[in-house]
T-cell receptor, first 109, second 114 residues
Framework: RKEVEQDPGPFNVPEGATVAFNCTYS??????FFWYRQDCRKEPKLLMS???SGNEDGRFTAQLNRASQYISLLIRDSKLSDSATYLC??????????FGKGTMLLVSP | NAGVTQTPKFRILKIGQSMTLQCTQD?????MYWYRQDPGMGLKLIYY???????DKGEVPNGYNVSRSTTEDFPLRLELAAPSQTSVYFC?????????????FGPGTRLLVL
């Protein structure tokens, strides 16, 4: 079983829509979690960290459910510029991060 | 700060050739990483280093070698290039402090082995 699993998508949404991605992780010892954004042919960049209490950054909200071992990302009022691949990432320890394969989002006019 | 820089941006190799992918960071980060990303796939860890003189294997180390003689530099060596090594290679770094797991990535090197 993959350590971090995501629906690859693509998720096709119109501008202004709300879209949510989920991610599951298999290692209950995972210590911290992140969402990274990767534009086509570019490097991954940190979008936001995910805290147990949930956190919000503008139009983006991240949630962590340790009991069910899943992480979510909610994007409100989607913009064309939100089109990208969103990577779910877990820090399991031993100095390394584990990346999901990513969920592709396409926002259309 | 330039952050994490990688050279070259793109390279074509013939089977059996060797090359070194360069990675440099100017943030004084202790931890550095090499990943490869195949089309439609996630990032796979090749090697990492927690400080100068210390390196360790990741998930897919076969066919690669690394060294870490300075804090700033973490070159990745391909000794006998194979078509299976066609990929995009990303270098990343992070401070190594507790609670600071965020990694910062370089722009990547696209490698084509023919």
């Amino acid at each position: 079983r993959k350590e971090v699993e995501q629906d690859p998508g693509p998720f096709n949404v119109p501008e202004g829509a709300t879209v949510a991605f989920n991610c599951t992780y298999s290692n209950s010892a995972s210590q911290s979690f992140f969402w990274y954004r990767q534009d086509c042919r570019k490097e991954p960049k940190l979008l936001m960290s995910v805290y147990s209490s949930g956190n919000e950054d503008g139009r983006f909200t991240a949630q962590l459910n340790r009991a069910s071992q899943y992480i979510s990302l909610l994007i409100r009022d989607s913009k064309l510029s939100d089109s990208a691949t969103y990577l779910c990432v877990a820090y399991i320890g031993y100095s390394t991060l584990t990346f999901g394969k990513g969920t592709m989002l396409l926002v259309s006019p | 700060n330039a952050g994490v820089t990688q050279t070259p941006k793109f390279r074509i190799l013939k089977i059996g050739q060797s090359m070194t992918l360069q990675c440099t960071q100017d943030m004084n980060h202790n931890y550095m990483y090499w990943y490869r990303q195949d089309p439609g796939m996630g990032l796979k860890l090749i090697y990492y280093s927690v400080g100068a003189g210390i390196t360790d294997k990741g998930e897919v180390p076969n066919g690669y070698n690394v060294s870490r003689s300075t804090t700033e530099d973490f070159p990745l060596r391909l000794e006998l290039a194979a078509p299976s090594q066609t990929s995009v290679y990303f270098c990343a770094s992070r401070p190594g402090l507790a609670g600071a797991e965020t990694q910062y990535f370089g722009p990547g090197t696209r490698l084509l082995v023919l």
